[in-house]
Nanobody, 123 residues
Framework: QVQLEESGGGLVQAGGSLRLSCAAS????????MAWFRQAPGKEREFVAG????????YYADSVKGRFTISRDNAKNTVYLQMNSLKPDDTAVYYC????????????????WGQGTQVTVSS
C-alpha cells in the first residue's frame, strides 16, 4: 500500500515563505523520483518542481525558479518544497507524486499521488 501525504500548507502574505512536506510510505523511497504539482482554481494541474531518484537532478517550472527549492531526505522518506517570496499566483492545492526511477521532470509517469495541501497567498 503506497501512500503519499502532504503537509505544511497554509495562509501566508505575499513575500512570505512556506515549507511543504510529503511523507511517503509503502515504497522504496530512494528508488523514486518525487515531484510537486499544483492546481489553482479554474486552472489545469501544473508541474512545479521535481527531484530525481538519485537526488542529483532537480527541475523547476519557470514560474518558480529562484524562489522554490525541492529537496529530499531518504532517511525520513520525505520530500520537501521550500517556497520563498510567495506570490498570490502561487495559491493552489499542492500535490506530491512519485515516479519509479524517474528524473523528476515534468513529463514523467507519476504513478502515485497524494491528496494535496492548500497554499493560499494573500496580497
Amino acid at each position: 500500500q503506497v501512500q503519499l501525504e502532504e503537509s505544511g500548507g497554509g495562509l501566508v502574505q505575499a513575500g512570505g515563505s512556506l515549507r511543504l512536506s510529503c511523507a511517503a510510505s509503502g515504497l522504496t523511497f530512494s528508488n523514486y523520483a518525487m515531484a510537486w504539482f499544483r492546481q489553482a482554481p479554474g486552472k489545469e494541474r501544473e508541474f512545479v518542481a521535481g527531484i530525481s531518484w538519485s537526488a542529483f537532478s532537480r527541475y523547476y517550472a519557470d514560474s518558480v525558479k529562484g524562489r522554490f527549492t525541492i529537496s529530499r531526505d531518504n532517511a525520513k522518506n520525505t520530500v520537501y518544497l521550500q517556497m520563498n517570496s510567495l506570490k498570490p499566483d502561487d495559491t493552489a492545492v499542492y500535490y506530491c507524486a512519485a515516479d519509479l526511477y524517474g528524473l523528476g521532470k515534468s513529463i514523467g509517469k507519476y504513478d502515485y499521488w497524494g491528496q494535496g495541501t492548500q497554499v493560499t497567498v494573500s496580497s
